[in-house]
């Protein structure tokens, strides 16, 4: 996708992440701009997890996500108790525990999930940038603390 | 009992058989702003399909609705989700697909 399309159909779906659904969802927002989306995930008693999406050609292909702590420093290993959607293993692109979710680039190009392509999701309302975050959050919540 | 005090104790039922609501998306907030008041017998899918309809939402059926952080049931009313007062329900996709340790 041209990047300029990519750019706008960006700024289309993170305009409505704004404070206040941050602050209902108990989110940080670190940075919303072209082609970064970089969110924390806070409560009370759990260790946050901060993500970073590389929308860089959005939406052709899905976001690169990474996992970071709190500092923004890549996490080269998982919190404990994380649902089975944050994989502990090294991707064999990053080397780095990764989002096996559909929705990630890091899922869709791994060796073991070719066969389910992006393509027939990336226009679903559940695979905006929007609801592919809010999948996210609630496979963190998911998880035991 | 006072015709007065019947109709403070009716005002009073009324007040607590209604709800204020507000859904919470990532397409945006139903009302924009503020929140609605709705009976606290109605399902709450009634307020959701209206949501749906103003934020352009057409592909729901997976999501799952929580009011701070309990997942509650659409098909059920307010009251019988034991909710009341001022309700922020939130509302978007659930934990997808993928996972597998092998991957």
Known sequence: MHELLSQRLFDEQVKHLTPRLAQSRGWVVHQVSYPILDFEFQTEGRTPIRLRLNCQNWNTQPPSIDLLDSAGAYLQKLPGGMSLVFNPSAHERTGRPFVCMRGSLEYHTHPSHLSDPWEGLRTSDNYTLGGILTQLWHAWQNGQT | ?103
């Open chain 2, 1 to 103: 009992m006072t015709v007065a005090d019947k109709e403070h104790e009716q005002k009073g039922h009324d007040q607590g058989d209604k709800v204020e609501v507000a859904i919470v998306t990532t397409s945006g907030f139903y009302p924009e702003t503020g929140f609605i008041q709705v009976p606290a017998n109605q399902k709450v899918e009634v307020e959701l399909k209206k949501a749906a309809k103003s934020l352009n939402l057409t592909d729901t059926s997976n999501w799952v609705v929580k009011v701070a952080g309990r997942t509650i049931d659409p098909n059920h009313s307010y009251t019988e989700n034991q909710l009341s007062g001022e309700v922020e329900i939130d509302w978007g996709p659930r934990e997808g697909g993928g996972g597998q340790r092998d991957a």
